[in-house]
């Protein structure tokens, strides 16, 4: 069980790196993940174990933080965020992939693949971010968690770090 969060990270970059044929395109995907996953949790710490964002709550809420993150709010969303970032990213990489294989240089590629995209996985997030930040609105502290971890990856993921 210890050896399972570098057995998934290992498969993720093998199987970019094997895609792609390229070392760097492993790493970088496994980098990038690893970019969102920590901001995503490091913020559901300091929000839910040291009350970072009480003052932002409703009073009818209470106080979010001061307690503890449940340990199911990541089991459930680890493998949801891990999928849709690969997701997004992997379709943005397949782009410039292609777009660098029909001949285009490496900028006009990453510019083509954005072009072709961008949109797409924007209105995508869009759409799963309405989806999961309704989950915060719910009065059971699971839920609200797994709503506020699903909805801050979804920011992080497709707004910050694969523009």
């Known amino acids: 069980a210890e050896y399972m969060g570098g ?5 993720i970059y093998l ?8 070392l760097f395109a492993g ?3 496994v980098l990038t993940l ?3 996953l920590g901001w995503v949790y490091g913020w559901a710490v300091l929000t839910f174990q040291h009350g970072a964002l009480d003052r932002l709550a409703p009073a009818a809420l209470g106080p979010i933080g001061h307690s503890s993150l449940y340990w199911l709010v990541v089991v459930i969303s680890l493998p949801i965020s891990v999928g ?3 997701d997004y990213d992997f379709f943005i990489s397949f782009r410039v992939w292609e777009g660098h294989n029909s001949g285009l240089g490496d900028r006009a590629a990453v510019v083509s693949a954005l072009q072709s995209t961008g949109s797409v996985i924007t209105v995508a997030g869009a759409v799963m971010l309405v989806s999961f930040s309704g989950l915060m609105f719910s009065p059971v502290p699971l839920l609200l968690q797994l709503g506020f971890v699903l909805t801050m990856d979804i920011l992080i993921d497709c707004f910050v770090v694969r523009p």
Do not use: G, K, N, W
């Open 7 to 11: 057995a998934i990270v290992l498969a």
């Open 15 to 22: 199987m970019q790196a094997l895609q792609f044929r390229s």
């Open 34 to 36: 690893m970019v969102t």
């Open 84 to 86: 849709l970032s690969l």
């Open 27 to 29: 790493l970088r995907v």
